[in-house]
Each structure stands twice: as structure tokens, then as C-alpha cells.
T-cell receptor, first 114, second 112 residues
Framework: AQKITQTQPGMFVQEKEAVTLDCTYD???????LFWYKQPSSGEMIFLIY??????QNATEGRYSLNFQKARKSANLVISASQLGDSAMYFC???????????FGAGTTVTVRA | NAGVTQTPKFQVLKTGQSMTLQCAQD?????MYWYRQDPGMGLRLIYY???????DKGEVPNGYNVSRLNKREFSLRLESAAPSQTSVYFC???????????FGPGTRLTVT
């Protein structure tokens, strides 16, 4: 069964606007971690943000914030004030309890328009 | 501090040839990973090494072998390359407590 689902294959956003990327996950563990990565056209994978399942507050890193809704099993990434450099593929990933591995979603392509 | 390095960056093989992809990290991480990424898809785990001296199969291990040479280095070997192994290969490393993974720049492999 798919552990991470990203339903938006591609999105367009106007420069300076906010964009929300959806991610839902499936686990029976109570302890797990959620991650977002950015992959620009140059190909490298860049770690953006982490949310632990027991963290009470939503994680934030600069213009990135993670909207964590545990009961709905969703971990949406919000990018505020989009910039042209935000155009990239974004991947959601999860690590379950006692596991070293990450499970990745299929990704969402974001294109920022000037 | 180079992070995670991979060699080579690009490689073209003929069907049946063998090669080893090299990966090294200088972050003193215990865990290392090999992924492949095919067009339009997410990353699929090939093998991983939770710590020095251990390796485990991931989601798509067939056709590959790995060696955790020491804490820094984790290599991926294709014994007899097939066109289905044409892909971009990423190495990554991580450590507790959160295990966020740090990736190398990738190796673009084409098998003809």
C-alpha cells in the first residue's frame, strides 16, 4: 500500500503568492517523522523541513511551514511569498518508528510565474 | 565539508557490462542509502546500511549489490547492467534523532 500520497502532479503559482502542497500518509505507528524535500531542475535533493508526530507545533523554516493535521494524516507544505527559485519538484516523505528508511511520495511540480 | 559525494556524475554502459557507483559522506553519519529515480517518479530505495557492517535490501534490490566499506563509504555495484537500470542514482546518509537524509548530487546512468 502507498504510504505517502501526493495528489497534485503539477501546480502553477504567481510570484509572491503562497502555495500549499498536499501530502497524506498512511501508518499505524504512533511515532513517525515527516519530511519535505525540494528537487530543482539541476537535480539535487534538498532537505526543507521536518515534523515529528509528537511535535505539538507545526514546523517552520523560513518561508516553509508544515501544516500537520495528525487526525487527518496530512502534512501539507506551505511556501509563503513564492519566488522564481521555488520552481522545482517537491517530495513528501515519512519515516516510521524504528525504521531507518524514508518512504517518498511521487512528487509535485511547482512552477512559479513572474 | 563536502557532505555526500558521488562518483561518477554520468556513465554510459552497454548491456551486460558491470560498474560500481561510489558514495562517501563526511558527516559521520551511521546510516547510508542508495535510491534510484526514474522519470516522473519518486525515489525508490535499492539498499540501505543502518550502520557500518550491515546492509539490507530496500524496495528494488534485484540486479544490484552493495558494500559498506567503512563508516564513510557505501558503494553500489551493477554486475550485469540492463536497459531497465537506466536511471538517476542517489546516495544519502542520515543520523538520529530525526534521520533526515542528506543526498549526494546523483549519478545519471544510461544502459544501451
Amino acid at each position: 500500500a502507498q504510504k505517502i500520497t501526493q495528489t497534485q502532479p503539477g501546480m502553477f503559482v504567481q510570484e509572491k503568492e503562497a502555495v500549499t502542497l498536499d501530502c497524506t500518509y498512511d501508518t499505524s505507528d504512533q511515532s513517525y517523522g515527516l519530511f519535505w524535500y525540494k528537487q530543482p531542475s539541476s537535480g539535487e535533493m534538498i532537505f526543507l523541513i521536518y515534523q515529528g508526530s509528537y511535535d505539538e507545533q507545526n514546523a517552520t523554516e523560513g518561508r516553509y511551514s508544515l501544516n500537520f493535521q495528525k487526525a487527518r494524516k496530512s502534512a501539507n507544505l506551505v511556501i509563503s511569498a513564492s519566488q522564481l527559485g521555488d520552481s522545482a519538484m517537491y517530495f513528501c516523505a515519512m519515516r516510521e518508528l524504528n525504521d531507518y528508511k524514508l518512504s517518498f511520495g511521487a512528487g509535485t511540480t511547482v512552477t512559479v510565474r513572474a | 565539508n563536502a557532505g555526500v559525494t558521488q562518483t561518477p556524475k554520468f556513465q554510459v554502459l552497454k548491456t551486460g557490462q558491470s560498474m560500481t557507483l561510489q558514495c562517501a559522506q563526511d558527516m559521520n553519519h551511521n546510516s547510508m542509502y542508495w535510491y534510484r529515480q526514474d522519470p516522473g517518479m519518486g525515489l525508490r530505495l535499492i539498499y540501505y546500511s543502518a550502520s557500518e557492517g550491515t546492509t539490507d535490501k530496500g524496495e528494488v534490490p534485484n540486479g544490484y549489490n552493495v558494500s559498506r566499506l567503512n563508516k564513510r563509504e557505501f558503494s553500489l555495484r551493477l554486475e550485469s547492467a540492463a536497459p531497465s537500470q537506466t536511471s538517476v542514482y542517489f546516495c544519502a546518509s542520515s543520523d538520529p534523532p530525526t534521520y533526515e537524509q542528506y543526498f549526494g548530487p546523483g549519478t545519471r546512468l544510461t544502459v544501451t
